[in-house]
């Protein structure tokens, strides 16, 4: 019974030493592979936007500032009310702290925050799009959100955006008179007119929309993330310096950051300077009570395949072969189940609730759901329980925090190399 009490007490003197060890411990303690993630990691190593192919005015400024007065434009909505920005608020990151989002009517998803998404291939939480651009016709349709129609699009282009237009995209198309509230996903009336138009009609209304998503989606390439105290304390580990004050971590900051690279092998999913792969997972996230049923990137791959407005249908600028994502795309649907887009972690601690729908209010919620890695409630989950302990858990909430960094609108014209990039948005 003695021997056991004194093992216990040096037992915990060991642990108390070795707790006082690692808060002296500095930034120098990195191995040389946790250096290399932490550079992976590093929003310096974001590598230049990927160029998207299927729009020609991905990067034209013009383009950009037309699509930033639609972004804003309510008169893009059935009832006056709704824009982009309704539910993407820029002053919070581009979302909207909503477990389900609200436009016209209750969406069944979170609203997904838009910095720095034109790094990935997908978008949605399912990536049932191909491309930024049409993207942006989705809410534009969708009864829920914007509830509009493409006529009606059309007609507030002429109305009121046509300068903005026909500098970017030359003279708007004629066509013959207009129904209101045509459109192929209208309702029964709204599908019937639009069955009735001519077919050059048809072609030129579906123009006019596809150069609508392809301008705001030359906004949104411009929204970014700058860098966050991790991204400063990188660059001093990375250069040999002791991080100043600034760029400090805290022993806590710092033994979340290890288990976030290590241990608890969030960089599976969470890597490279956007915290994602950009790609989908099943994860076991529960599924919400009384909403229909939702499969995740299961049920997109035909629903993208199908689109009109892909990277090989007839509105998109690109050739065939420079599809190779829709082309090669898996379509192991059993797999995909319930699998859903990996969000990034950049700023995620000052946007709760967290999952496709809100599921989990907290960082405290999310890390007890990893930890416990609870069985998909369809498909397969690829996590395995980690049974952190309440420190760890609280460790890497610490470390989640240290995430956090302004979003800006970066300058139509950037600097060329990573090193100044990251260094100009530092000064925003
Ligand atoms: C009613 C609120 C609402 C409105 C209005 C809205 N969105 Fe969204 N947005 C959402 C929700 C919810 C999702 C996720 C939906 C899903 O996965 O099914 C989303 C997803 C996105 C994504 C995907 C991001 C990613 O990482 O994949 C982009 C881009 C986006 N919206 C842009 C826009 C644009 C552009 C407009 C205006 C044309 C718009 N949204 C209007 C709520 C809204
Ligand atoms: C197998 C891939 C995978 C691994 C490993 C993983 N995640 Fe995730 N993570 C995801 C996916 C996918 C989602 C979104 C799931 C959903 O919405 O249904 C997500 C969501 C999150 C969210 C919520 C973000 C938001 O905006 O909703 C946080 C926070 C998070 N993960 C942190 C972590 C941490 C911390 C670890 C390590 C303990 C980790 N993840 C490990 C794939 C993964």
């Known amino acids: 019974m003695a021997k056991h009490t004194h093992a216990a007490a040096v037992a915990i003197g060991a642990l108390l030493i070795g707790a006082f060890l690692a808060g002296r411990e500095t930034g120098a303690a990195w191995s040389k592979e946790e250096i290399a993630q932490l550079e992976s990691l590093w929003i310096g190593s974001q590598p230049p936007l990927p160029a998207d192919p299927s729009n020609r005015v991905a990067d034209d400024p013009r383009a950009g500032a037309f699509g930033q007065a639609l972004f804003f434009d309510t008169r893009l909505s059935a009832n006056g009310q709704v824009a982009c920005a309704t539910c993407h608020l820029p002053e919070r ?35 049932r799009k191909d491309s930024l651009w049409s993207q942006a016709l989705g809410p534009l349709e969708n009864a829920m959100e914007h ?18 237009y026909e500098a970017v995209f030359g003279p708007m198309p004629a066509t013959g008179p207009l129904p209101q509230g045509a459109g192929p996903q209208s309702d029964e009336a709204g599908r019937a007119a639009w069955r009735a ?33 991790f991204d400063r ?37 969470h890597n490279g300077p956007s915290f994602s ?20 990137r299961a049920q997109a791959v035909a629903a993208v395949l199908d689109d009109e407005f892909n990277c090989l249908g007839p509105y998109s600028d690109a050739q065939p072969s420079q599809c190779a994502e829709l082309r090669f795309m898996s379509k192991d649907t059993p797999r ?63 470390f989640l925090n240290t995430l956090s960094g302004p979003v800006v609108i970066a300058p139509e014209t950037e600097p060329q190399t990573l090193q100044s990039r990251a260094i100009a948005w530092s000064i925003e």
């Open 277 to 296: 792969d950009l790609h989908f997972h099943n994860t076991g996230v529960p599924a919400v009570k009384n909403l229909p049923a939702d499969e995740g």
């Open 93 to 127: 990151q581009f979302q909207d702290d909503r477990a389900r989002a609200r436009g016209i009517g209750d969406a069944t998803r979170r609203t997904m925050p838009l910095a720095g998404i034109a790094q990935g291939a997908w978008f949605f939480w399912d990536g």
């Open 336 to 398: 995909l189940t319930r699998a859903y887009k990996a969000p990034t972690l950049r700023n995620v601690a000052l946007r709760p609730p967290y999952m496709h729908a809100g599921q989990l209010g907290t960082l405290e919620d999310v890390l007890n759901h990893y930890s416990r890695a609870p069985p998909a409630p369809a498909g397969r989950s690829e996590l395995e329980p980690l049974l952190l302990s309440r420190r760890e858990q609280h460790q890497l909430i610490a």
């Open 147 to 164: 509830g509009t129609d493409r006529t009606r699009v059309l007609h507030l282009v002429r109305e009121h955006h046509r300068a903005s």
């Open 197 to 229: 138009l001519p077919e050059t009609d048809r072609v030129a209304i579906n123009t006019v929309f596809a150069n609508v998503g392809k301008s705001i989606a030359a906004y949104e390439r411009r929204i970014r993330f700058a860098p966050s105290r």
């Open 233 to 269: 304390y990188a660059e001093a580990v990375l250069s040999g310096s002791e991080p100043g004050a600034e760029a400090q971590l805290t022993t806590d900051e710092r033994a979340g950051l290890k288990l976030f690279i290590g241990r608890a092998q969030c960089v599976q999913c």
